[in-house]
């Protein structure tokens, strides 16, 4: 089946920036997503990106897109200790969505 | 805001017990999911639905998973009989219809079978 996969920790000074990446297997993907869960919660939709661009930018966040490499990146600026959560990388295809086994952020003051 | 609500949030049972999870999409979307998320995991699709009809249940385990959305709008869980393995996250997200980019998410449904 189709793959998407994810690192599984990164520890980051608050201050300093985190990037979290992906990899995905799927080229029929149309759309890719960045999800957060804190604990005990749902999923939130932070951001996503459509596969013909390479980089979207949202305040904080900026993806960026190498389709050739299926390669996808979150870099969040200025990180918090509110930041700290588990971020799950998705990609859709024909309707489905599949998810990354997620990246636990550990922001420390 | 509109959101997903889902009930219960958190649930016990005993294995080879009968249990059951309820969904209420935001109102007028379409396309209904749901995902099981597994400690340490990614969500992992068990069923979707395009109004009362179910468009994916390749990955739904039918002899104790069924699920259904009578109506079009709120959708039902069940697991009968639940094992151990089971236990898990349950979550359910709306979409406003096929082919649309962005997916919600509820709250979840924690399932402990003991």
């Known amino acids: 089946g189709e793959d998407v996969e994810q690192s599984l920790f990164l520890s980051v000074r608050e201050g300093d920036s985190s990037v979290i990446n992906c990899t995905y297997t799927d080229s029929s993907s149309t759309y890719l997503y960045w999800y957060k869960q804190e604990p005990g919660a749902g999923l939130q939709l932070l951001t996503y990106i459509f596969s013909n661009m390479d980089m979207k930018q949202d305040q904080r966040l900026t993806v960026l897109l190498n389709k050739k490499d299926k390669h996808l990146s979150l870099r969040i600026a200025d990180t918090q200790t509110g930041d700290s959560a588990i971020y799950f990388c998705a990609e859709k295809g024909n309707n489905d969505m599949r998810f990354g086994a997620g990246t636990r952020l550990t922001v420390k003051p | 805001e509109a959101e997903v609500a889902q009930s219960p949030r958190y649930k016990i049972t005993e294995k080879s017990q009968a249990v059951a999870f309820w969904c209420d999409p935001i109102?007028?979307?379409?396309?209904l999911y749901w995902y099981r998320q597994i400690l340490g995991q990614g969500p992992e699709l068990l069923v979707q639905f395009q109004d009362e009809s179910v468009v994916d249940d390749s990955q739904l385990p039918k002899d104790r998973f069924s699920a259904e959305r009578l109506k079009g709008v709120d959708s039902t869980l069940k697991i009968q009989p639940a094992e151990l393995g089971d236990s898990a996250m349950y979550l359910c997200?709306?979409?406003?219809?096929?082919?649309?980019?962005?997916?919600?998410f509820g709250q979840g449904t924690r399932l402990t079978v003991v």
């Open positions: 109102s007028g979307h379409a396309t």
């Open positions: 997200a709306s979409s406003s219809g096929w082919g649309s980019t962005e997916a919600f």
